[in-house]
């Protein structure tokens, strides 16, 4: 079964420096992908999303992601982070029926001054 | 934009009781979900719906329900509510197969 696993639970970064966060996908095939990002007592809001062709996806807050298949990856990365940016990211695979997704069970940003 | 809106922010029911969460999107979408959330399990899918009077099971259907009469409303039921149905449940939408998931802010369920 499609499947990702998010291997940091929490992260702690200083404001402007840059971020990475990691996200490993299980799927036979190519994959689609998605980061979101959950502000404390929100939903969940999509940050960008990876279907095919260039595999660096650009998203939006300043967020971009890149598909590595020789690593089953698909980690988020920001050059500088804002204060604002501290919340929970998930990441995401497409099941097989194409309807619904599977998500990480996410990584938590702390974001110090 | 769209909007997917949960009828309940916070709910607190008694273990037993019958309970309706609701979720109506405004854009027409033709698909609709119901995860529920749990510290440390990240979401798992309830229920989904592909179009009207059609749903699937998804992770972790027991105890639960679902009923979508009109394309724009999704209701998630709980037939007799536990403990263990304590969590933050999300409901979302999405256009067509493939495209992505807009999401709710959530219901945050008690049941005491």
């Known amino acids: 079964a499609q499947s990702v696993t998010q291997p940091d639970i929490h992260i702690t970064v200083s404001e402007g420096a840059s971020l990475e966060l990691r996200c490993n996908y299980s799927?036979?095939?190519?994959?689609?992908l998605f980061w979101y990002v959950q502000s404390p007592g929100q939903g969940l809001q999509l940050l960008l999303k990876?279907?095919?062709?260039?595999?660096l996806v650009q998203g939006i807050k300043g967020f971009e992601a890149e598909f590595k298949r020789s690593q089953s990856s698909f980690n988020l990365r920001k050059p500088s982070v804002h204060w604002s940016d501290a919340a929970e990211y998930f990441c995401?695979?497409?099941?097989?029926?194409?309807?619904?997704?599977?998500f990480g069970k996410g990584t938590s940003l702390l974001v110090t001054p | 934009d769209v909007k997917v809106t949960q009828s309940s922010r916070y709910l607190v029911k008694r273990t037993g009781e019958k309970v309706f969460l609701e979720c109506v999107q405004d854009?027409?979408?033709?698909?609709m979900f119901w995860y529920r959330q749990d510290p440390g399990l990240g979401l798992r899918l309830i229920y989904f719906?592909?179009?009207?009077?059609?749903?699937e099971k998804g992770d972790i259907p027991e105890g639960y329900s679902v009923s979508r009469e009109k394309k724009e409303r999704f209701s998630l039921i709980l037939e007799s509510a536990s403990t263990n149905q304590t969590s933050m449940y999300l409901c979302?939408?999405?256009?067509?197969?493939?495209?992505?998931?807009?999401f709710g802010n959530g219901t945050r369920l008690t049941v005491t």
């Open positions: 854009m027409d979408h033709e698909n």
């Open positions: 719906s592909y179009d009207v009077k059609m749903k």
């Open positions: 799927y036979g095939a190519t994959p689609y």
């Open positions: 979302a939408s999405s256009l067509i197969r493939n495209s992505p998931l807009h």
């Open positions: 990876y279907f095919s062709g260039d595999t």
């Open positions: 995401a695979v497409r099941r097989d029926s194409g309807y619904a997704l599977n």
